[in-house]
């Protein structure tokens, strides 16, 4: 019995393809035997940390990618509302995606066929019984491709929210399996929603184990969802959305910064071997921010040499590991000393008051909103 993770990486602010690797969860032991393999569609390797930096190749040059425009920038409820509780919304999300195939046929990384915004969308396949679960399926057309490149039947939609970046495939990929059911949280308005889930309920598919996680903040009703690797000798993935990235987390529209840091301290108690596959290709864009707020953090310079490795070859920067992540991340370090002096005295009237950890996490959201949008 062996899992597939399958990667699905779709246009977006890198705008690249993508290469098949195997060896996910099996490789991660060193267990290569037949029925514990693993394919991916993105690369998942990761620099050690005891390892001292790479500088990149002298013929090289380094161009930093330009900034894509981010249709959920900060342009007022009014907007929000619309987009999400609407149908202009998913007919805003529909152009989008045509404009996406048009501009970028291949993709932003070298994993499946195409494309929409940096997203990534997840096939995961029992390879026995041949059945697939998708996570997020933002473009049908690529999700489609891949279901038809592996062989498989889809039998179940993982929706860890309600934006139509990640619940756009619903529909149609609903109505070309008859038998496929839609998961996700009945408080998030999931579209085509036939399975609602709360926290810790399972999904099961074959041998695939499937926990749902509530972690609102994101959304009011934002679920990651955490595939078990024991079955196959190997580490858990985690498919976390919109709520944590590489060295990032998502914008809290719905909710509050002890929210979001409640959410953000539930994934991290989970293993430091866990994989992380985030809901996008933001990686460049975190790792850079991270170095303004902690410029001294040498993993996470290491980290950022890797990744620009990785995106000049249009490779993906996924999966990393939750144990990397702590090492880098700001937003899973609002515990850190370090954080507290780079980010100057509390908010206290007398300007001597330390943060706590929810206001540490809401001015780093607030600063890394200032900085994209430079």
Known sequence: MAAVVAATA???????????????????????????????????????????????????????????????????????????????????????????????????????????????????????????VVVDPSDPQAVQASIEKEGVDLVAILCTHKHWDHSGGNRDLSRRHQDCRVYGSPQDSIPYLTHPLCHQDVVSVGRLQIRALATPGHTQGHLVYLLDGEPYKGPSCLFSGDLLFLSGCGRTFEGTAETMLSSLDTVLGLGDDTLLWPGHEYAEENLGFAGVVEPENLARERKMQWVQRQRMERKSTCPSTLGEERSYNPFLRTHCLVLQEALGPGPGPTGDDSYSRAELLEKLRRLKDLHKSK
């Open 10 to 132: 779709l246009k977006g602010r890198g705008a690249r393809n993508a290469r098949v690797l195997r060896g996910i969860l099996s490789g991660a032991t060193a267990n290569k035997a037949s029925q514990n393999r693993t394919r991916a569609l993105q690369s998942h390797s990761s620099p050690e940390c005891k390892e001292e930096p790479e500088p990149l190749s002298p013929e090289l040059e380094y161009i930093p990618r330009k900034r894509g425009k981010n249709p959920m920038k900060a342009v007022g409820l009014a907007w929000y509302s619309l987009y999400t509780r609407t149908w202009l919304g998913y007919l805003f999300y529909r152009q989008q995606l045509r404009r996406a195939r048009n501009r970028y046929p291949k993709g932003h990384s070298r994993t499946q066929p195409r494309l929409f915004n940096d997203n990534y969308s997840y096939l995961i396949i029992d390879t026995q019984a041949r059945l697939a």
